[in-house]
């Protein structure tokens, strides 16, 4: 592990030292002010999720302004710059059954003598980076919004999930990019403490390649200290056919090794045996989509094998915002179940074909079976080992493409999930109906 890490960091700066035979992305700055960039996204969000069998439900809906604003690079051979990025948000109504992942709760949402959760009225969050370019290899320290397949910010709810560390990104090679990184706090979406996860170190390494313009590969790794050691492989070749379609074929896959606590208790909460030395778990899946003209149909099978299931490490520690699911298979719930298997059938068309421009809409179902339940003492007998579960999800997005709103969109989302008795809220999310509607207001600064 060790030496996979120390490999992928060595390569990282040996190719910032290659000349290579395509433009420098530093050589061509124009200078820390005259790059500047800076943006504020207005959002309102509502996320509502009708609980069923007794379990309480949860809604929430409030307001943000989400602003980025970075400088560009200082002229040279190796340039600098600066950035900050944050939210400030507030609560639209009273919001007596948050609990989503939405709205910051106090006392860590712990009831009060009268058995009341209170949300915040108002919060705000966010923090700065530094950052330096040599050719077309660039460092970034501060507060950042990952998107990496094994440590990604979850950017599904109001707000985004932010990590705070180093990130180096290195593109010197045709076709190849390169990825490092350590980070050392992680901020979930309604949390108000910088490092409310309480991450020690997770430390990240990657590489993607395309070959040409059909094929393209990745691989990711992390090691988050203390937690898990987590792959990740992805291939993606697209076929070209008559009349403009084309097929595309899809793997991706993650190998999860997790480590114990210090009590000898395991941080996965899924797991299916007694047996706490060897806790892993494997989870692939492969899809086929075909796109012809406004229409896009996608099939998909996603398979889980080991004794326990794709958990995100519930929990502190483990820093990952539930994201971290490079997979086809995942809306509401990500068919992850211990030896679970999954089938979905997913269709999206573009009503730019009915001269609606902007506007989409996507339907798709999703089944899974074969999942493991272990006993609630006993984890090596199980409640069941043949629990299902089903998801029909729904979106309508539309974007206004030209005006002083160019660019504003709004989104409905609707899921209806429901899964077996073994498989309920107790174990996992439990039969559920939500609703996610988002307004999105994008305004460029300069």
């Known amino acids: 592990m060790q030496n996979t890490k120390k490999l992928a960091l060595a390569v990282l700066v040996q190719t910032a030292l290659i000349s290579t035979a395509f433009a420098s992305e530093q050589s061509e700055s124009k200078g820390f002010v005259e790059d500047a960039e800076g943006s504020v996204l207005f959002r309102t969000g509502y996320l509502s999720r009708d609980k069923k069998n007794g379990a309480p439900d949860t809604s929430s809906a409030a307001q943000t302004a989400m602003v980025k604003i970075e400088s560009g690079y200082t002229q040279g051979i190796v340039g600098f710059g600066v950035g900050v990025i944050g939210d400030a948000s507030f609560k639209l109504g009273d919001n007596n059954h948050a609990g989503n992942g939405m709205i910051p709760l106090h006392n860590d949402g712990k009831p009060d003598a009268n058995g009341h959760v209170d949300a915040y009225d108002h919060w705000a969050r966010g923090g700065g980076i530094v950052k330096a370019r040599i050719s077309n290899t660039e460092v970034r320290y501060g507060t950042q919004v990952l998107d990496l397949p094994v440590l990604a910010s979850n950017t599904a709810r109001l707000v985004p999930e932010y990590f705070e560390g180093v990130l180096a990104t290195s593109r010197e090679i045709n076709g190849l990019e390169l990825t490092a990184g350590k980070f050392t706090k992680n901020q979930y979406s309604d949390q108000i403490k910088s490092d409310g996860n309480e991450l020690d170190r997770a ?55 997790w480590d114990n606590k210090a009590d000898g208790s395991a941080y996965t909460y899924s797991h299916t ?22 229409h896009n149909v996608m099939m998909a099978y996603q398979q889980n094998t080991g004794n326990t299931g794709y958990d995100y490490g519930l929990g502190q520690g483990v820093g990952d915002g539930h994201q971290t699911i490079y997979l086809p298979n995942s809306y509401l719930s990500d068919f992850i179940g211990n030896d679970e298997k999954s089938v979905q059938f997913q269709y999206t068309y573009d009503f730019a074909g009915l001269n609606v421009p902007g506007l989409s809409w996507t339907t798709a179902y999703v089944y899974g079976w074969d999942i493991d339940v272990a006993g609630s003492v006993d984890r090596s007998q199980l409640k069941a080992d043949n629990a299902t579960e089903r998801e029909f999800f729904n979106q309508v997005k539309y974007t206004v493409q030209s005006g002083f709103a160019k660019d504003a969109s709004l989104r409905l989302r609707h899921s209806y999930y429901r899964a077996s008795n073994e498989y309920q809220h107790d174990v996992y999310i439990g039969d559920t109906n939500e609703w996610r509607i988002w307004l999105d207001i994008p305004v460029k600064f300069f």
Request: aromatic residues 16%; hydrophobic residues 30%; charged residues 20%.
């Open 273 to 294: 045996t007694n047996d706490l030395t060897d806790l892993s778990n494997n989870i692939w899946a492969i899809s086929g989509t075909y796109n012809t003209g406004n």
């Open 203 to 257: 430390v990240v390494w990657g590489a993607k390649y395309k070959f040409n313009d059909a094929l393209n590969a990745s691989y990711f790794g992390t090691d988050i200290k203390d937690r898990l050691d987590r792959h990740y492989v992805n291939a993606n070749y697209k076929q070209a056919l008559a009349n403009n379609s084309s097929l595309t074929y899809d793997f991706s896959g993650y190998h999860t090794k």
